[in-house]
């Protein structure tokens, strides 16, 4: 199901300005008890503000979507805080921080992700599209060659972004 949210996520954007967030692992976690919001509604809630920010960049407004970008890392590190072996949860929060142009936080959180989940679709091309804003094309090639046998968006998209790197469409 998640894979199928993700896929739709991604192929409502235009201008290639996500790639795809998450593989479809999910937490798996349940709403706890007593109104406390369980890691997987806080992904969720990010998620939607993740998309929202993007909708506003298109639209030049910058400004108002860093808020939303930054509104969506405070529940994605909560959601952290109570699912630490979500990959997914990581790469929101290296992107969230990336937008943000936290690079040095962003690789933290993306190079998190990759030790749980190595082969990990989002992460791999998100890490790229870092490394390529980061002028450190041959490790942005890395990812790519990571990428290169999943027959994914993913590699089609950072393939793109490296080919244009003079042209910000990440």
Partial sequence: MKKIFVLLFVLSLN????????DGGGSGNESSSGGETSATSLYDQSVKLVKRA?????????????????????????AYK?????????????????????????EEYYLKGLSLNPNHNGINEYLGELYVQTNRI???????????NCNCEE??????????????IY
Avoid at 15 to 22: I, L, R, T
Avoid at 138 to 148: F, I, M, S
């Fill in 82 to 106: 109570s699912d630490k072996k979500n990959p997914d949860i990581l790469n929101y929060m290296g992107f969230t921080s990336r937008k943000n142009g936290n690079f040095k936080v962003a």
């Fill in 138 to 148: 041959d490790k942005a090639k890395e990812r790519l060659a990571v990428l290169k």
């Fill in 15 to 22: 201008n290639h300005v996500f790639g795809a967030g998450g």
């Fill in 54 to 78: 993007g909708k506003l960049e298109k639209k030049n407004k910058n400004e108002k979507a860093k808020k939303l970008y930054s509104q969506a890392f405070k529940k994605l590190n909560k």
């Fill in 155 to 168: 590699y089609q998209e950072l393939e793109l972004i490296i080919k244009t790197r003079g042209t910000k």
